[in-house]
C-alpha cells in the first residue's frame, strides 16, 4: 500500500522569504507521479505542482519549485517570495498506478504567510 | 462548466436523516472521483468512476453510503440513516481520462454536519 506523510502540521514565513514544506512517501512502484496541491480557505483543491518519477529534473512552476529525491522517497516543495495569497494547507498526493488513479494525500501542512 | 461544481456547499442533517450530494463534472471529464476529508485532515478516497461504471468502491466506509453515475457525468453520492461520524466535506474530482499523470479538477465540496 502507498503511503504519504507530511511532518509538518503548521508552518509559517515572512512575506517575500522561502519556505520548503516536506513530504516523504512510500511506493514499490518505480515509475509514478507526485503532486502538490493547495487548499485554500474556500476548500477547493488546486494543483500547485507534479513530478514524473522518471524525471531526474526538479520539476517548476513560477515561485514553486520540487525538491525529488528518489532513493529517499522524499518529495518537498520550495515557495520562493511567499505571498499573502500562498496562505492555504498543502497537501502532497500520489496517484495508484494505471486503472484508478485514486489519489493518496498526506495529512498536510498549514502555511501561514506573516506580513 | 468551466469547474467541477458541487452542491450543495453546506448540509445539515439530523442523525438518521438520508441525504444526496451532487457533483457536476468538468464536461467530458472521463473519471470522477469521491473523497471524504474529516476536520484538520487530507482526503480519503471513498469511489471512483470511469463514466457511468463504479470502478472501485473500496472506500466507502459502510453499507450507508452508495454513489452513482448513471449516464457517465453528473454523479450523486447518498449517505442513508446519517451518523455524527459522516460529518466531513465530501469532495469531487474528475479528470480528462485516465492514467496517473492526469490532473484531478477539484469542486468546492459539500460539509455535511450531522447532528
Known amino acids: 500500500a502507498q503511503t504519504v506523510t507530511q511532518s509538518q502540521p503548521e508552518m509559517s514565513v515572512q512575506e517575500a522569504e522561502t519556505v520548503t514544506l516536506s513530504c516523504t512517501y512510500d511506493t514499490s512502484e518505480s515509475d509514478y507521479y507526485l503532486f502538490w496541491y493547495k487548499q485554500p480557505p474556500s476548500r477547493q483543491m488546486i494543483l500547485v505542482i507534479r513530478?514524473?518519477?522518471?524525471?531526474?529534473q526538479n520539476a517548476t512552476e513560477n515561485r514553486f519549485s520540487v525538491n525529488f529525491q528518489k532513493a529517499a522517497k522524499s518529495f518537498s516543495l520550495k515557495i520562493s517570495d511567499s505571498q499573502l495569497g500562498d496562505a492555504a494547507m498543502y497537501f502532497c498526493a500520489f496517484p495508484s498506478n494505471f486503472g484508478n488513479e485514486k489519489l493518496t494525500f498526506g495529512t498536510g501542512t498549514r502555511l501561514t504567510i506573516i506580513p | 462548466g468551466a469547474g467541477v461544481s458541487q452542491s450543495p456547499r453546506y448540509k445539515v442533517a439530523k442523525r438518521g436523516q438520508d441525504v444526496a450530494l451532487r457533483c457536476d463534472p468538468i464536461?467530458?471529464?472521463?473519471?470522477l472521483f469521491w473523497y471524504q476529508q474529516a476536520l484538520g485532515q487530507g482526503p480519503e478516497f471513498l469511489t471512483y468512476?470511469?463514466?457511468?461504471?463504479?470502478?472501485?468502491k473500496s472506500g466507502l466506509p459502510s453499507d450507508r453510503f452508495f454513489a452513482e453515475r448513471p449516464e457517465g457525468s453528473v454523479s450523486t453520492l447518498k449517505i442513508q440513516r446519517t451518523q455524527q461520524e459522516d460529518s466531513a466535506v465530501y469532495l469531487c474530482?474528475?479528470?480528462?481520462?485516465?492514467?496517473?499523470?492526469?490532473?484531478?479538477?477539484f469542486g468546492q465540496g459539500t460539509r455535511l454536519t450531522v447532528v
Open positions: 468512476f470511469q463514466n457511468e461504471a463504479q470502478l472501485d
Open positions: 474530482a474528475s479528470s480528462l481520462a485516465y492514467g496517473p499523470q492526469l490532473v484531478a479538477f
Open positions: 513530478q514524473e518519477a522518471y524525471k531526474q
Open positions: 464536461s467530458g471529464h472521463v473519471s
